[in-house]
């Protein structure tokens, strides 16, 4: 069993930065792969960045290349999320998930899951 409790979230104005943070308990984290997903009202959760357990592997979704990057510090089982250049569009809950087979970009391939953390993207 894992445990994953997201933070971070919050109210941003439009072109600005948040850092969402991840930390894992009840496994090792160095063997979990981490990503996060995000989900807007009415509609599927989406793929947004993943990070393998092994090497410096990283995916990121089409929307989010560029202005987002995921990383990873096992020494304190956290995982981040660094948004830049948000934008409205960005508004969401964001969901830190890990599975212990391998990064990928489907939700149904996570075995953990966070609670979410809100993130607004507003003037």
């Known amino acids: 069993q894992v445990d994953l409790v997201e933070s971070g979230g919050g109210l941003v104005q439009p072109g600005g930065s948040l850092r969402l943070s991840c930390t894992a308990s009840g496994r090792t984290f160095s063997r979990l792969a981490m990503a996060w997903f995000r989900q807007a009202p009415g509609k599927e959760r989406e793929f947004v960045a993943a990070?393998?357990?092994?090497?410096?592997?990283?995916y990121y979704g089409n929307s989010v290349k560029g202005r987002f990057t995921i990383s990873r510090d096992n020494a304190k089982s956290t995982a981040y999320l660094q948004m830049n250049s948000l934008k409205p569009e960005d508004t969401a809950i964001y969901y830190c998930?890990?599975?212990?087979?391998?990064?990928?970009?489907?939700?149904?391939?996570?075995?953990?899951w966070g609670q979410g953390t809100q993130v607004t993207v507003s003037s």
């Open positions: 998930a890990a599975s212990p087979v391998g990064p990928s970009e489907e939700v149904n391939e996570y075995d953990y």
């Open positions: 990070h393998s357990w092994a090497y410096e592997n990283t």
